[in-house]
């Protein structure tokens, strides 16, 4: 299956301060991009959809403003959590569609710790 | 409604036996497409498996089956011969048809966590 990876795998950081997650296909060029956030134990929730050249759409809950998302070329988009408070506290894992609508493929997953 | 419902939040299962793991869905959708994803303690999304609405045959890949009974909207994965390394979380997702590409999200369910007794 095709490589996506995640930068960084992990990242402790204090209250306040912004973090930046890239997500990037290695080996396939992908136009949509999907991030996702989970808590311990928990499901998957899908936070938004990231769309090469375009703005991306967030899920109903999630603010825009604070979760910002760039999906700057084919290969790469990048999630934002500005001003980050402890309940950000998670783990962020972003998936690319493949070429067929039946192909998701997932980071590796960055799991993000706000002091 | 809960789109995707795993009942089994666990399950203990001896070596080398098969085990099958529950997955129904609901959708209004004629055309979607279920997936099963294995999510072993390092955190990563491993996909196992998909099944398209349309597909007449159940989906096969290796020691993984899709046991897809369309009329009653169950997606069950079934794992033959299980190994050591197959405990992990295991989670069933849907994508349902939309008109738009690149509106392709997945819903998932809450996941059922294997674990293979030796």
């Known amino acids: 299956g095709a490589v996506v990876s995640q930068h960084p795998s992990r990242v402790i950081c204090k209250s306040g301060t912004s973090v930046k997650i890239e997500c990037r296909s290695l080996?396939?060029?992908?136009?949509?991009m999907f991030w996702y956030r989970q808590f311990p134990k928990k499901s998957l929730m899908l936070m938004a959809t990231?769309?090469?050249?375009?703005?991306?759409?967030?899920e109903q809950g999630v603010e825009k403003d604070k979760f910002l998302i760039n999906h700057a070329s084919l290969t790469l988009s990048t999630l934002t959590v500005t001003s980050a408070h402890p309940e950000d506290s998670s783990f962020y894992i972003c998936s690319a569609q493949g070429e067929s609508r039946n192909e998701q493929f997932f980071g590796p997953g960055t799991r993000l710790t706000v002091l | 409604a809960q789109k995707i419902t795993q009942t089994q939040p666990g399950m203990f299962v001896q070596e080398k036996e098969a085990v099958t793991l529950d997955c129904t869905y609901d959708t209004s959708d004629q055309s979607y497409g279920l997936f099963w994803y294995k999510q072993p303690s390092s955190g990563e999304m491993i996909f196992l498996i998909y099944q398209g609405s349309y597909d007449e045959q159940n989906a096969t890949e290796g020691r993984y089956s899709l046991n897809f009974q369309k009329a009653r909207k169950s997606a069950n994965l079934v794992i033959s011969a299980s190994q050591l390394g197959d405990s992990a979380m295991y989670f069933c997702?849907?994508?349902?048809?939309?008109?738009?590409?690149?509106?392709?999200?997945?819903?998932f369910g809450t996941g059922t966590r294997l674990t293979i007794i030796p």
């Open positions: 990231s769309n090469e050249g375009s703005k991306a759409t967030y």
């Open positions: 080996d396939f060029q992908a136009t949509t």
């Open positions: 997702a849907m994508r349902e048809g939309r008109s738009n590409f690149g509106n392709e999200k997945l819903t």
